[in-house]
Nanobody, 123 residues
Framework: QVQLIESGGGSVQAGGSLSLSCAASARTFYHYAVSWFRQAPGKEREFVAG???????YYSDSVKGRFTISRDNAKKTVSLFMDRLSPEDTAVYYC?????????????????WGQGTQVTVSS
């Protein structure tokens, strides 16, 4: 069973930056597509960023140009660097992976999920 463990959440003031990390136990992690989703209070979970096995990256319009997704296949980790944060970015952030290469924005097709980490941005 694949496990994902997230770290790096916390509180930051608007305009600041924060990095999240997700460690995976998948044996063939390099084959997996990886992603970050988030869920704000009272809202549905939404796609934030994703990266396929070929290192192509994809972002939602709301974070494009501010967030950067990266992966380290040797360490089996996926990271999300978040810059110029605003209160609208406040949410629980989840990493998710699936054992095929394509990134998709629908949460239902991702096989494994982390427990989530809280990001709070104050104005």
């Amino acid at each position: 069973q694949v496990q994902l463990i997230e770290s790096g959440g916390g509180s930051v003031q608007a305009g600041g930056s924060l990095s999240l990390s997700c460690a995976a136990s998948a044996r063939t992690f390099y084959h997996y597509a990886v992603s970050w989703f988030r869920q704000a209070p009272g809202k549905e979970r939404e796609f934030v960023a994703g990266m396929n096995s070929g290192l192509g990256s994809y972002y939602s319009d709301s974070v494009k140009g501010r967030f950067t997704i990266s992966r380290d296949n040797a360490k089996k980790t996926v990271s999300l660097f978040m810059d110029r944060l605003s209160p609208e970015d406040t949410a629980v952030y989840y990493c998710a992976i699936k054992p095929t290469g394509d990134v998709q924005t629908q949460q239902g097709i991702w096989d494994y999920w982390g427990q989530g980490t809280q990001v709070t941005v104050s104005s």
